[in-house]
């Protein structure tokens, strides 16, 4: 079935450092991917998507990258806040295996320390 | 604009009990749905609803059961809790399936204990 294998975590960075986080996919047909981040006691929210091949995503400085020939979705930002301390989550939404539901890594939990 | 309301924030069961979980939206969202958060599982989907009258069946949906009778509500009953429910629990919403262009919304979880 369709699945998600993110980085594990937890990864603790300084204030302005580079951030990566590694996600790839297993699904069957054309799948949609996403980044979710939940800060501390929240709910999840909608970071970036991208639907098809070597569609970009991007949002408050953080990107992504579809790329169909490795299956792989790495988020990026080039500098790191504080503020970023959150649990990020890569997801993908397939209508095969899924049935267009979304199905999520198991997260990776990123400290930026000041 | 409230968004995805879920109530109650934290719950303490005993072994065996019932209740109920409420999720309410107020976007006229046709697509909700439940997933289960634990620690290094990520989110699972319990059981989604694709509109009013109409559910389906997640990865993890023993021991839960849902209906939706109104666009706007999306109960989820545990019939007798067990100790393997323990977790915090997400309700999420969106225009279609798989999010369109503005993502899931979601709730800000109910964390449940089951002793």
């Known amino acids: 079935g369709d699945s998600v294998t993110q980085m594990e975590g937890p990864v603790t960075l300084s204030e302005e450092a580079f951030l990566t986080i590694n996600c790839t996919y297993t699904?069957?047909?054309?799948?949609?991917l996403f980044w979710y981040v939940q800060y501390p006691g929240e709910g999840l929210q909608l970071l970036l998507k991208?639907?098809?091949?070597?569609d970009k995503g991007s949002n408050k400085g953080f990107e992504a990258t579809y790329r169909k020939e490795t299956t792989s979705f790495h988020l990026e930002k080039g500098s790191v806040q504080v503020s970023d301390s959150a649990v990020y989550f890569c997801?993908?939404?397939?209508?095969?295996?899924?049935?267009?539901?979304?199905?999520f890594g198991k997260g990776t939990k990123l400290s930026v320390k000041p | 604009n409230a968004g995805v309301t879920q109530t109650p924030k934290f719950q303490v069961l005993k072994t065996g009990q019932s209740m109920t979980l409420q999720c309410a939206q107020d976007?006229?969202?046709?697509?909700m749905s439940w997933y289960r958060q634990d620690p290094g599982m990520g989110l699972r989907l319990i059981h989604y609803?694709?509109?009013?009258?109409?559910?389906d069946q997640g990865e993890v949906p023993n021991g839960y059961n849902v209906s939706r009778s109104t666009t706007e509500d999306f109960p989820l009953r545990l019939l007798s809790a067990a100790p393997s429910q323990t977790s915090v629990y997400f309700c999420?919403?969106?225009?279609?399936?798989?999010?369109?262009?503005?993502?899931?919304?979601f709730g800000s979880g109910t964390r449940l204990t089951v002793v």
């Open positions: 999420a919403s969106s225009y279609t399936r798989t999010g369109g262009n503005y993502g899931y919304t």
């Open positions: 699904a069957t047909g054309y799948p949609s």
């Open positions: 991208a639907t098809k091949a070597d």
């Open positions: 997801a993908l939404s397939s209508l095969g295996g899924s049935q267009g539901n979304l199905i």
């Open positions: 976007m006229n969202h046709e697509y």
């Open positions: 609803s694709v509109g009013a009258g109409i559910t």
